[in-house]
């Protein structure tokens, strides 16, 4: 899979939510060989921070690519502020991505791992029109963000913690109270919520393919910084320890442990 | 002009003085999609050791201002993973390989450094100073009779030229250079990780799990330059320098304080092409102040 190191302009920023902004950046070659599931490395422009932002992509256009994070610290704040225009430098696509099956689909995803799930729809939809695609998105609260973008490729179903919107309690819960069937499951977000679905998935024994996450410094698998643990040994370092950049992010829930 | 770029170290001929800093570029498969790695004088692989190493929970990195923190805890495949698929990788390149070499006892070196003596490649690099591991590692480097005796034992069973990598957690840089010298190494590298500690005051908790890790970066580069040149006063066989070289000026700090080559670490998970570039500025460097040779800016300035 060809990476491409690009500076990218920025096309559009828009906040979305408190604390959840939109990056849509004129890139080439990243949108033509992106894959949802797959992110981008983002470099900040302060040269006192060194390691890129891992941000998932969103959604994929003609030349261009979106990206919808959280500014959780001092990089993702820098992001905010880029304005249409602005030079952007970035490395990607990286990572495996979802692999798209034939199958009736529960994406399920929580919180900012959200973003990734709209060009997943899209391209399940496009690639089985007949086959329905259901998105169970959790938030905390009814400040939900891409509800409306997801809604035009799949039924949305929602779940709040405070129960201010939807069904109240996880995405879990939700499954189970709308009795949500599957033939498999895409998912990401927070660890906990990964590991219900994926002891959910495995009670059932329906397949899971799960999002990781984890802190990263190089994103391309040389650093062995962002690992998680597998069942089998793992085919570069055989230590049970898969590279959640490289090998990941997305995994069959069964190859691991969380 | 004819540029002479390259350098030699205990009879290896580097083309050039850039090399990669242990840990933070594997055997070079992943940077390989973005440098030519042909354009380098050497690769130093991420440490091997006798059986493959799970290395430390995650957390392993925190960012730091201007560096990072890392406690990877040398995660690895083991030797006969290495030899038999990054050994091959490598020798496709027209690059010198350097193997770092770690471990929890004198044995487990010896076990590494044994079985790579009939292998193919140029030098091995023993690591005495990995800050991040329980046993072996950082406690065989700080002080200067282990390393000497340390380093004496690998040399007997190695079958390349040896480069013993010192910690900068020490009091004294010129004591254990002096130590690896008299333990019959034929080149120092420096400096490792500075032991650091970075707390999460979010989650109020340390932010690697292994709490404290090695920290690196351009943060370090003043000390890592200090170090360098005393040691390369110390002791007369070769210095590899190294500590958060982000670019070619750098890159030519280390080599005007006394370093015989560079290696680039933490910089390439910033810029993946940076060795590439270190390459090419330092031969704009010699270019433009009229250097025809690279080895006329070791140790110039004393």
Not at chain 2, 199 to 222: C, E, H, M, Q, Y
């Amino acid at each position: 899979m060809a990476q491409f190191r690009e500076e990218a302009k920025v096309l559009r920023q828009e906040m979305l939510g408190k604390d959840i902004y939109s990056l849509t950046l004129a890139t080439e070659n990243i949108a033509r060989e992106a894959a949802p599931g797959q992110f981008v490395s983002l470099y900040t422009k302060d040269g006192s921070k060194l390691l890129p932002r891992p941000i998932s992509i969103c959604e994929v256009q003609d030349n261009a690519i979106r990206l919808v994070y959280r500014v959780v610290g001092y990089g993702t704040k820098e992001f905010s502020g880029y304005r249409e225009g602005e030079k952007v430098s970035l490395l990607g696509p990286l990572g495996n991505g979802f692999t798209l099956k034939n199958k009736k689909a529960v994406l399920v995803a929580g919180g900012i791992g959200i973003p990734p799930m709209l060009e997943l729809a899209k391209q399940l939809r496009r690639e089985s029109p007949s086959l329905s695609v259901t998105a169970v998105l959790g938030y905390r609260d009814s400040n939900t963000f891409l509800v409306d973008d997801i809604k035009k490729y799949a039924d949305v179903v929602i779940a709040t913690d405070d129960g201010s919107l939807g069904v109240k309690g996880n995405v879990i819960d939700a499954i189970r109270k709308e009795k949500i069937e599957a033939q498999i499951f895409y998912a990401c977000g927070p660890t906990p919520m990964l590991r219900g679905l994926k002891n959910y998935a495995e009670e059932i024994n329906v397949e899971a393919q799960i999002s990781l996450e984890e802190r990263m410094a190089c994103g391309i698998g040389a650093c062995l910084a962002c690992v998680c643990k597998t069942k089998e040994i793992d085919e570069h370092s055989h230590v049970h320890n898969a590279r959640i950049c490289k090998d990941g992010p997305v995994f069959d829930s069964r190859e691991v442990e969380l | 002009m004819d540029l002479c770029t390259s350098v030699s170290i205990a009879g290896v001929e580097f083309k050039n003085p850039v090399m990669t800093a242990s840990g933070t570029f594997g055997s070079g498969m992943e940077y390989g999609e973005f440098v030519d790695l042909n354009r380098l004088g050497a690769v130093v692989t991420k440490g091997v050791a006798n059986v493959p190493w799970p290395g430390n929970p995650a957390p392993r990195i925190a960012e730091t201002y201007g560096g990072m923190i890392n406690a990877i805890g040398l995660q690895n495949p083991g030797i006969d993973v290495f030899c038999k698929r990054d050994i091959p990788f490598l020798k496709k390149y027209d690059t010198k390989i350097i193997v770092n070499v770690c471990g929890k006892t004198e044995e487990d070196y010896v076990e590494v450094v044994e079985r790579l003596a009939h292998e193919p490649v140029d030098m091995l690099e023993i690591n005495i100073s990995c800050p991040n591991v329980k046993e072996g590692g950082i406690a065989f480097g700080q002080n200067p009779q282990s390393v000497e005796h340390i380093t004496s034992v690998i040399k007997k069973h190695a079958g390349q030229p040896v480069i013993m990598k010192l910690s900068p957690n020490v009091t004294d840089i010129t004591a254990t250079a002096k130590a690896a010298q008299a333990g019959g190494a034929d080149a120092i590298s420096l400096i490792n990780t500075l032991t650091g500690m970075k707390i999460d005051i979010n989650r109020r908790t340390f932010a690697v799990a292994n709490k404290t890790g090695g920290l690196s970066g351009p943060a370090i580069k003043p000390v890592a330059v200090r170090m360098v040149y005393q040691a390369a006063h110390a002791v007369d066989i070769p210095v590899i320098g190294m500590g958060g070289i982000m670019n070619a000026e750098d890159a030519l700090e280390f080599i005007m304080a006394g370093a015989t080559a560079v290696s680039i670490g933490t910089a390439n998970f910033h810029n993946p092409y940076t060795t590439g570039e270190v390459v090419d500025g330092i031969i704009d460097y010699m270019k433009k102040n009229g250097v025809k040779d690279i080895k006329d800016l070791i140790g110039c300035v004393r």
